[in-house]
């Protein structure tokens, strides 16, 4: 196909398009408004309707001369004038064929030129056929993509059988820039308009697959954040209408406010803010949300940086200890020793002190009244039963339930970071699967470690510097041995009656009545009737159930002043049965007999020293030897070694010599649910046996404590002065104990020595002759 110029010009009126570019074949509207413009149209109307148009370079130029506007343009011809209100008129012109500016004919009153046009023809070859394919098949695909071309004009186009005409009309359905379409008008070679177009449109193709993509992201950006804000909307107008969401900033805002103020370590601080934000964001209701308010209830309860000053006054100590307890003078020399030893040296990490004895000697109101010499604040923490590690250290907070351990639950308690802490019972601490609760705590009581104590709830590490740990225990030997080896032992052993009889009249009977709000003339309790409490009511080396009694006869009283019964009593020992009942005790041996087969020991139990009658029965049998009371081996070893010394030495007691053949022998000792060991009775069940095989009653008043051997010595025991104790409570006048614990009777109070008869043994025979009379008959 060919594009011919015609061979002759042609004079026009020229209409300068702005924006717009006009393809032959192409049918458009053109408001024209331009003073010039109207002129141009007006002239064309008059020569065959037909004008030149062309586009102007620049839109915005009014009043464009030749050098505005592009060479080639269209001829077309005015189907339609309208003319609209405000002078516009309105043509709708059809394009006819190209044409190209060859000269200027005149600029007013509109611009007249002479064109040179172009006419095509249809015929085509093969390489047009296939371009002509091409671009329809990327036409179609356009239009498929961009949505903007009407099917019918797909159709069209599509029937087209001119390729220039072709390319025309889709250049005019195109939205291409203006410069794109302006080439496209200049493109006069056919085959090249085709290319041009091509081309053009695979750009377009391409711009608009962009713009899907881009569309498409942009699209799925909208929604997502669209759906955000939508949920988090609603969500706030839930949380709104429930009356949660303002609760929890606020209730985030004055955790975070108390945080601030409690002055916490700097990592403590740290970890608690980030618990305040987890916190924050967790629904109030979820049951992590509990475990991580308690765990900041604790933080915020402990006291990271509070402490008491102490008070370093050995003299007022001293008078506090004295005003709180009687006697014990030997003990508090030795805790005032301690408290000006520590007041010395301020930077000695002194050992800890333990108090041993039995209960209700005044253990923990010694170290009460320490703390209160201190001003500092007490707290105590028992052991007993203590197996598990955790109830030390903690529980990890993954557990359900998790609580700290006791030390940390004491310091909370305390309230201050340097409180006296008492640990009472430490020798009750028990081990099993669970950790050794005992290593925990070593390692709090260990000056080197306790500064960094980590219990596994709080996690941060806590100073337990500060901390003055006292312990107590009832017996040493159940303490064990790596915490003994850290503490200064001060034993207490229990008192004498009259030291009981002392402390209630000075300190219980006071701290009752005014526990009870009664007045000393409202209950008066005589000396004889405290004597009487002690020696019927209660057997104790402590004075823990002596001031229960009192505590009772105080209610008794309170209840009748209350009723309006009395208006005051007074308790004497012969009115102490009405406010305490019968007697619970036997005082004294008075009553009872001498009896073949029965002495009387003397052990050291946890509730102090104590008496033990041993029996022994002897029946015809074939020289068995049961041993019952829950013995421990040592005490069964010790009676078998008494049984082969009597054995030894049968002809000479007058026993016959095949006794252990003819009888069984049977020992027991009283009180069989509570476990006895020890060899401290071996002298004690060599009497009685002896007594039963020969016959002769041991004497009611005398008790004894001493180890066998085998050759019958008589070896030292310990715990002499509790065991003394004992058995002149229990109404013992006579007292046997191994020669080489003489030392010992020094510790014995003067008023109770005074009472007592010591016999000093080396041999079980200078045993036997004191304590056996003669054969029954
Ligand atoms: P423990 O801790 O040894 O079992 P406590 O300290 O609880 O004994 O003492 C029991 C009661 O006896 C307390 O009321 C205590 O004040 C009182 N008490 C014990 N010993 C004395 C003493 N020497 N002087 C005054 N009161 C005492």
Known sequence: MTTKKKSTLRELALLPLRGVAVFPYMVIHLDVGRERSISAID???????????????????DEPDMDDIYQFGTVAEIKQLLKLPGGTIRVLVEGLRRAKIVNLKSADPYMRVEVEEYTESASKDMELEALMRTLVGQFEQYAKVSKKIPPEAIVSVVTLEEPGRMADEIAAHLSLKLTAKQDVLEAVNVKERLELLCRLLANEMEILELERKINARVRKQMEKTQKEYYLREQLKAIQKELGEKEDRISEAEELREKVDKAKLPKEVREKALKEIDRLEKMPPQAAEAAVVRTYLDWILALPWNKQTKDRLDIEAAEKILNDEHYGLKEVKDRILEF????????????????????PGVGKTSLAKSIANA????????????????AEIRGHRRTYVGAMPGRIIQSLKQAGTKNPVILLDEIDKLGADFRGDPASALLEVLDPEQNNTFSDHYIE??????????????????????????????????????????????RHLLPKQLAEHGLS????????????????????????????????????????EIVAKKIEKAKVSAQNVEKYLGIPRFHYGVAEKKDEVGVALGLAVTEVGGDTLAIEVTIMKGKGKLTLTGKLGDVMKESAYAGFSYIRSRSSEFGISDDFYEKYDIHIHVPEGAIPKDGPSAGITMATALTSALTNRPVRKDVAMTGEITLRGRVLPVGGIKEKVLA???AGAKTIILPKENEKNLEEIPVNVKRKLKFILAEHLDEVLEVALLEEQK
Request: aromatic content about 6%; some cysteine.
């Open 43 to 61: 002239a064309a109307m008059a020569e065959e309707r037909e004008l030149f148009l062309t586009m102007q370079k620049d839109a915005q130029t």
């Open 339 to 358: 408290l000006a030893v520590r007041q010395l040296a301020k930077k000695m990490k002194g050992p800890i002190l333990c108090f041993v004895g039995p």
């Open 374 to 389: 201190l001003e500092r604040k007490f707290v105590r923490m028992s052991f007993g039963g203590v197996r598990d590690e």
């Open 460 to 505: 941060s590490p806590f100073d337990l510097s500060k901390v003055m740990f006292i312990t107590t225990a009832n017996v040493q030997y159940n303490i064990p041995r790596p915490l003994l080896d850290r503490m200064e032992v001060i034993y207490l052993p229990g008192y004498t009656e009259e030291e009981k009889l002392q402390i209630a009249l």
């Open 520 to 559: 000393k003339e409202q209950l008066v309790v005589s000396e004889n009737a405290i004597r009487k409490i002690i020696r019927e009511y209660t057997k104790e080396a402590g004075v823990r159930n002596l001031e229960r009694e009192i505590a009772s006869i105080c209610r008794k009283v309170a209840k």
């Open 727 to 729: 058995a002149h409570r």
